[in-house]
């Protein structure tokens, strides 16, 4: 995108933030969302095809980046750390926008779900994670091309839809939310070979404030 459509997406990103956290894409209007951003709507349809596909394509932006800022030089030496800071950006995202998510992932939606959008995000991280030879798959001398691609596959759905549904319990819980009481809990869910770091077990554990700042 040139500078000018730059300044556009900008302007309708924070104008369908705004209006997504006060109700449901499926109550917004384009018209609405092109006087907001002072565009017109032919120009809103240069970026998106509706106003529920605008906030996934904003909110997958977001997620992606952080995901670059943590994740793009992990290696197998650092990636417990490296995961585990990019889960306390995602938690800090999806609290940051709580209004958003618990609407999108609430279970009278009416119209179209985030939880595809960040089944699709997490997956693809997930899949960078394994590309970049970041984890040892478990029995990985056994395997043949065909089961490391299934297995690799079938692995990163079933870890971005885990973590996509403790999410949406997290979110559930009252404000403040405790960041490390969560790395607790999923530290115990998720498989014993993906690599990953708390200072606590589970959320029965007392939670630490500073271990939110050294996180």
């Known amino acids: 995108m040139d500078a000018r459509q730059?300044?556009?997406?900008?302007?309708?990103?924070?104008?369908?933030?705004?209006?997504?956290?006060?109700?449901?894409?499926?109550?917004?209007?384009?018209?609405?969302?092109?006087?907001?951003?002072?565009?017109?709507?032919?120009?809103?349809?240069?970026?998106?095809?509706a106003p529920c596909e605008l906030l996934e394509s904003v909110l997958a932006e977001e997620l992606?980046?952080?995901s670059m800022t943590h994740l793009a030089t992990v290696s197998a030496?650092?990636?417990?750390?490296?995961?585990?800071?990019?889960?306390?950006?995602?938690?800090?995202?999806i609290d940051e926008r709580a209004d958003i998510y618990r609407v999108g992932l609430g279970d009278d939606l009416i119209g179209a779900s985030l939880q595809p959008m960040l089944n699709r995000v997490f997956t693809s991280t997930?899949?960078?994670?394994f590309e970049r030879g970041a984890i040892t798959l478990p029995h990985?001398?056994?395997?043949?091309?065909?089961?490391?691609?299934?297995?690799?596959?079938?692995?990163?759905?079933?870890?971005a839809a885990g973590s996509v549904a403790t999410f949406r319990v997290w979110l559930d819980t009252p404000a403040p939310r405790d960041v490390e009481s969560f790395l607790g809990v999923i530290g115990e869910l998720l498989p014993s070979w993906w690599p990953f770091e708390t200072e606590h077990g589970p959320a029965l554990a007392p939670a630490d404030e500073s271990a939110l700042t050294r996180s």
Request: proline share 2%.
């Open 6 to 49: 730059r300044r556009t997406r900008a302007r309708l990103a924070r104008t369908i933030l705004q209006l997504a956290a006060e109700r449901p894409t499926s109550e917004i209007s384009v018209s609405e969302i092109a006087a907001r951003a002072g565009i017109n709507r032919s120009t809103f349809y240069q970026h998106a095809a």
């Open 64 to 66: 992606t980046e952080l």
């Open 126 to 129: 997930v899949l960078d994670i």
């Open 140 to 159: 990985a001398e056994c395997l043949s091309e065909e089961q490391r691609e299934l297995f690799m596959r079938s692995a990163a759905h079933f870890v």
């Open 77 to 93: 030496d650092d990636a417990p750390a490296a995961i585990t800071r990019a889960t306390v950006a995602a938690l800090r995202h």
